[in-house]
């Protein structure tokens, strides 16, 4: 999904873990570069949010 998220793509190298959500990790790419104004709020929380309902949705289908 970070594809979608362009400005996200470079910063992905700063995550700690392979496959990070950069939703609950501490050691992301992505918060990092949002906590020093490099990515807007805004936009990690629009992630945020799709992220969310995706997984919702992915856990709706194993019932």
Known sequence: MTNYFV???D???GCEF?????????NCGIKKAMD???????RYERFKKI???L?????????
């Open 51 to 53: 992220y969310m309902q």
């Open 11 to 13: 910063k992905i190298k």
């Open 7 to 9: 400005e996200f793509t």
């Open 36 to 42: 020093k104004g490099e990515i807007s709020q805004d």
């Open 18 to 26: 392979v496959g990070c959500t950069h939703i609950k990790e501490e």
């Open 55 to 63: 997984k919702e949705r992915e856990e709706k289908k194993k019932w």
